[in-house]
C-alpha cells in the first residue's frame, strides 16, 4: 500500500486572493484563518485581499503562505486525508512541523511570523536577487556560482533546475554565463538572497525564538531541507539552520519516494513543487491540493 506526502510550498506561488475561496467552501479552512487572525490580525484580509507588492514583502509572504497551508492542510484532513509523511520547501518546512506534530499551530505561526521579519531585515541590508537556473546540471551550475565571491547555489530542486541566491550587480554577468554554457537564468518573485550567507544573522537569530518554543517527537516521519532524511537530533537547529543552507528539495523527495511515498499532494497556492516532482520521478502520482480536494469531495 502506497503512503500519501505532504509537501509544502515555499516562496514565489502567492497571489492576491489566495485562500478566499477555500475558507467560504471549508470550515476547517476558515477555522485556521480565524486562528491566524487571533493571532496577527489582518492575515487573512491580505491573503484576500492584499496587493502583489504587499505579498511579496518577505514579513506578510511567510505568515499568509503558512496560513493558507494550514488552512489548506485541515481542509484534507477534515475530509479524512491524513499524511503518512511530510516535508515542506523553504518556509513550507516550518508548515509540515506544525502539521506534523513538531509543534502545535500557535507555536508554528508565531515562529513563521519571526522568520519572515529576521529574513526581512537581512534581505534589506543588503542589494540581492535569486534566480532558478534551467537547463544546466547541478555541477555545472556550481562551476559558474564559484567564478563569483557571492553567487550560491541555494535550492537543489529537480533535474535541470537549480535556484541561485548573490549580490545583484553581480547577477547580469553571471546570467550571460548561464545562457552561454545552454541554460536560463530566470528572476523569481522574492525579496532577498535566501538559504545563502546572506541570512546567516537571520539564522542565528531565529535559533534563540526555536529555544523558547515547546517541540516533542512528530507524529508522521518529518523531513529536513538540510539532510534531505527524517529529522534527527535538534530540531530547532535544523529549522534556523535551514535559513542559511542550501535546500536538498530532489534528495529529499526521493528519501520519501524510498520509505514508500507514492502520492504526494501540493499544499500551497501554486503548483510549483507539483511540477518539480514530474521531473524527480514521474512514476509516482502529484497533485495540487485543489486537485486533490476535488478528488476527496467526489
Not at 503558512?66 to 516535508?87: I, R
Not at 506534530?101 to 540581492?128: I, N, P, S
Request: one cysteine or more; glycine letters at 8%; hydrophobic letters at 40%.
Amino acid at each position: 500500500m502506497g503512503k500519501v506526502a505532504f509537501i509544502f510550498s515555499g516562496q514565489g506561488d502567492q497571489y492576491p486572493g489566495m485562500g478566499q475561496e477555500l475558507a467560504e467552501k471549508e470550515p476547517a479552512a476558515a477555522k485556521t484563518f480565524a486562528l491566524c487572525d487571533a493571532l496577527r490580525p489582518g492575515t487573512s484580509a491580505q491573503c484576500f485581499s492584499g496587493t502583489e507588492a504587499e505579498l511579496k514583502e518577505t514579513r506578510n509572504t511567510q505568515p499568509c503562505l503558512f496560513a493558507f497551508e494550514l488552512a489548506a492542510a485541515e481542509a484534507l484532513k477534515s475530509h479524512g486525508v491524513m499524511p503518512d509523511m511530510a516535508a515542506g520547501f523553504s518556509l513550507g518546512e516550518v508548515t509540515a512541523a506544525a502539521v506534523s506534530g513538531l509543534f502545535d499551530q500557535e507555536t508554528g505561526f508565531r515562529l513563521v511570523c519571526k522568520r519572515g521579519e529576521l529574513m526581512q531585515r537581512e534581505a534589506e541590508k543588503y542589494d540581492t536577487a535569486m534566480a532558478a537556473v534551467v537547463k544546466l546540471e547541478a555541477e555545472q551550475v556550481r562551476a559558474l556560482c564559484a567564478k563569483y565571491d557571492q553567487v550560491y547555489p541555494v535550492n537543489f530542486n529537480c533535474p535541470g533546475q537549480i535556484t541561485v541566491s548573490g549580490l545583484s550587480e553581480q547577477m547580469p554577468q553571471f546570467s550571460a554565463d548561464v545562457k552561454s554554457a545552454g541554460g536560463r537564468a530566470l528572476p523569481l518573485k522574492v525579496k532577498g538572497a535566501f538559504h545563502s550567507p546572506f541570512m546567516e544573522a537571520a539564522a542565528a537569530d531565529f535559533a534563540k525564538d526555536l529555544a523558547q518554543a515547546e517541540m516533542k517527537t512528530p507524529d508522521i516521519p518529518l523531513y529536513s531541507n538540510r539532510t534531505a532524511s527524517v529529522y534527527e537530533g535538534d530540531p530547532a537547529q535544523l529549522l534556523s539552520q535551514q535559513i542559511c543552507s542550501p535546500v536538498q528539495w530532489e534528495s529529499l523527495v526521493r528519501s520519501m519516494i524510498a520509505a514508500g511515498a507514492d502520492t504526494f499532494v501540493e499544499i500551497g497556492p501554486g503548483k510549483t513543487l507539483t511540477n518539480m516532482m514530474k521531473k524527480i520521478d514521474p512514476s509516482v502520482k502529484a497533485c495540487t491540493v485543489f486537485e486533490y480536494l476535488a478528488e476527496v469531495e467526489g
